[in-house]
């Protein structure tokens, strides 16, 4: 069984820079493609970043290109977000997932799922 466990969100003003993590278990971690999405109150989740799964390959959404640096460290078994200018538009619920490929976890389908950590972004 997969566990993620995500940590690292928090209150910040706008303009500042939060690092989030998410630590895996269960699963042979170097075999799965890594990502982060989120979900804003009254808003669909939406993908944010991916990150192949020995990490030559990276996908931002538009709307964190040039400010959101995905990483991994396949022997530490964890994956970070590095955020940098926060906007109020990026307060949501930060969630953590994997999948077999980066075209499979784009469609945001997996079955595992960390349980999320709050980004507050406040102007």
């Known amino acids: 069984q997969v566990q993620l466990v995500e940590s690292g969100g928090g209150l910040v003003q706008a303009g500042g820079s939060l690092r989030l993590a998410c630590a895996a278990s269960g699963r042979a971690f170097s075999n799965y493609a890594m990502g982060w999405f989120r979900q804003a109150p009254g808003k669909e989740r939406e993908i944010v970043a991916a990150i192949t799964m020995i990490g030559g390959f990276t996908y931002y959404a538009d709307s964190v290109k040039g400010r959101f640096t995905i990483s991994r460290d396949n022997a530490k078994n964890t994956m970070y977000l590095h955020m940098n200018s926060l906007k109020p538009e990026d307060t949501a619920v930060y969630y953590c997932?994997?999948?077999?490929?980066?075209?499979?976890?784009?469609?945001?389908?997996?079955?595992?799922w960390g349980q999320g950590t709050q980004v507050t972004v406040s102007s």
């Open positions: 997932t994997l999948d077999r490929t980066m075209s499979d976890l784009r469609t945001g389908v997996s079955n595992y």
